[in-house]
């Protein structure tokens, strides 16, 4: 079972960034950040594999960076130039992916969940 502890989140004003952290208690190859805008399902901000290998969901292109240290165990979003439609919970996620012939690689459904933490961005 891979424990997930996020920080990080918190209040900040639209144009401004903050830097969420996520901390898994192992290795495991994706990690990601999910979100959930109030009265919205809950969204893919962004993954990483722990090759490096990055996606982004179209809103937060060029505005969101994720990226991977410390033996991959942790994973940073920072976030800049945020937008009030930024506000959302904000969960760390993380999985072992698929294998696909000899490609490792990330899916979209994760398997382990970390408890979130709120971003709130006012304008």
């Known amino acids: 079972q891979v424990q997930l502890v996020e920080s990080g989140g918190g209040s900040v004003q639209a144009g401004g960034s903050l830097t969420l952290s996520c901390s898994a208690s192992?290795?495991?190859?994706?990690m990601g950040w999910f979100r959930q805008r109030p009265g919205k399902e809950r969204e893919g901000v962004a993954q990483i594999s722990a090759e490096g290998g990055t996606t982004y969901a179209d809103s937060v292109k060029g505005r969101f960076t994720i990226r991977r240290d410390g033996a991959k165990k942790i994973m940073q979003l920072q976030m800049s130039d945020l937008k009030a439609e930024d506000t959302a919970k904000y969960s760390c996620?993380?999985?072992?992916?698929?294998?696909?012939?000899?490609?490792?690689?990330?899916?979209?459904?994760?398997?382990?969940w970390g408890q979130g933490t709120q971003v709130t961005v006012s304008s």
């Open positions: 192992q290795y495991i190859y994706c």
């Open positions: 996620a993380a999985d072992l992916g698929v294998w696909i012939g000899p490609s490792h690689r990330c899916r979209i459904e994760y398997n382990y």
